[in-house]
Structures are given as C-alpha cells and as structure tokens.
C-alpha cells in the first residue's frame, strides 16, 4: 500500500514536470498606418527607401502563460525627395502556455521560438496595411530570430565581463 502511494506521488510530481507548449492566442496588439504626405506622394516618381526596426517583448502573465509581443515598425521614404510615403508599424502578439523547462531553454523559447511563430503574422499585417494604403506591395524577408537570440546573449555576456 505504501509502495503504491509513493509511486503515485512520483507520477504526480513526473506530471507537473512535463514538458508543455502550446499557443493559445494570436491577436495584433498595436497596429498603425501613417501617410503623412498623402495625396502628394502619389503625384511624384515613387523610388522607395526602405527602414525595417524589430523588436521582441515576452513578459509572463499568468502561471505557465507568457505573452510574446513581435513589433515591425516599416518607415518607407522617397529616394527621390526623402519624403516619408508611409510609416506602418505592428505589435503582433501570442499568448503561451509553457511549462516543464529549465530558465535558459524557457528564456530561448520565449526569445527565439515564440517570435519565429509570430513573424509571419505580422508581415501579413504590414503587407496588408500597405496594401490598404495604395503603395505596392512590401514584403517583407523571413527574420532569423535564432541568429537575433544568439547575438542578443552575446552582448548581454559581453557586457556581463566588462562590468567584472
């Protein structure tokens, strides 16, 4: 009976430790489309300069849920006059349910695995806002949030001596 009991709590602790990962919501936080120089920009040969800036947020909300925020702000402006056509800028975010991982594979999930999900989302979003703002097309590249993850906690590690 005893032995029964003890293997019972095992697989209750096996159980809490289970790995677990799944997305349980998709929804744009924050999106924006600006064309301050609209209808002008229109009249004038259109020879775009592009500017990209990404960024990623994750903050924990709930127990075993994180919220993963990918921002892609595209600032397109006019080779010809340096006007700005546009400036669209999206905060798509996932909420996730992660548990059963040590710190630093919870942290690399968060930081490089979540946004890899998330980008195709917001690169719909941003074609999506040009689109709907008369301008061709941007499609935007796949992102390498892997690379990103990996340069991020070499400047953190980096920063980390220098400080000793």
């Known amino acids: 009976m005893a032995e029964d009991n ?3 709590a095992q697989g209750g602790n096996d159980a809490q430790n289970q ?6 919501r998709i929804y744009v936080k924050d999106i924006s489309f600006e ?9 004038n040969a259109f020879k775009p300069k ?7 947020t994750h903050k924990q909300v709930g127990e075993n849920l994180y919220e993963v925020v ?6 397109v402006t006019n080779n010809e006059d340096g006007a700005t056509a546009f400036l669209a800028e999206v905060e798509q975010a996932g909420l ?22 998330l980008f195709p989302y917001a690169r719909e979003c941003i074609d999506n806002l040009v689109n709907r703002g008369s301008f061709p097309p941007l499609m935007l590249s796949p992102v390498n949030f892997e690379g990103m993850y990996a340069q991020k906690k070499k400047r953190e590690s980096e920063a980390a001596e220098n400080a000793h």
């Open 6 to 8: 003890n293997q019972a």
């Open 19 to 24: 790995l677990q990962f799944s997305m349980q």
């Open 35 to 43: 064309s301050p120089n609209a209808p002008s920009v229109f009249q």
């Open 50 to 56: 592009v500017g990209l800036d990404l960024n990623t």
């Open 70 to 75: 990918v921002k892609v702000t595209a600032q």
């Open 96 to 117: 996730f349910r992660i548990a059963g991982l040590s710190d630093d594979q919870l942290d690399h999930t968060l930081g490089a695995f979540c946004p890899n999900m």
